[in-house]
């Protein structure tokens, strides 16, 4: 079976391929954003998921569009439940009729 790349957390794009390239510090683009430091620096650090109002911001701010950065989230979301999907322990409903 082939194995498929993980995507990577959308915070990590958005530090490398937005936060870096301008040079801006995490407390410079939490300040841009309109959000405290330690939310933005979770999010960078994927100990937090990309919100509907972060991707809007993001988006205001900085240009890549909402949808876009809210699919990466999705799609990391998708991965990280693939990635463990043996631990969940549902068996498929099967009707018998009424």
């Known amino acids: 079976m082939e ?3 993980r ?3 959308p915070g990590r794009f958005i530090k490398m391929e937005i936060i870096e390239p301008i040079g801006l510090t ?5 300040e841009v954003l309109g959000v405290t430091r330690p939310a933005l ?3 960078l650090n ?5 919100s509907p109002e972060m991707a809007m911001r993001i988006e205001k ?3 890549p569009k909402m949808d876009t950065l809210l699919r990466t989230q999705n799609a990391w979301e998708i991965a ?3 990635g463990r999907e043996r631990e969940i322990k549902v ?3 099967v009707s018998m009729g009424k």
Do not use: C, N, Q, W
């Not at 995490?26 to 939490?30: D, I, L, R």
């Not at 994927?46 to 990309?50: N, V």
């Open 61 to 63: 701010a900085f240009g």
């Open 91 to 93: 068996k498929r409903y």
């Open 80 to 82: 990280e439940v693939r």
């Open 26 to 30: 995490v407390t410079k683009a939490a």
């Open 46 to 50: 994927g100990r937090a998921g990309l």
């Open 3 to 5: 194995r498929i790349a």
């Open 41 to 43: 620096s979770s999010l």
């Open 7 to 9: 995507p990577a957390h």
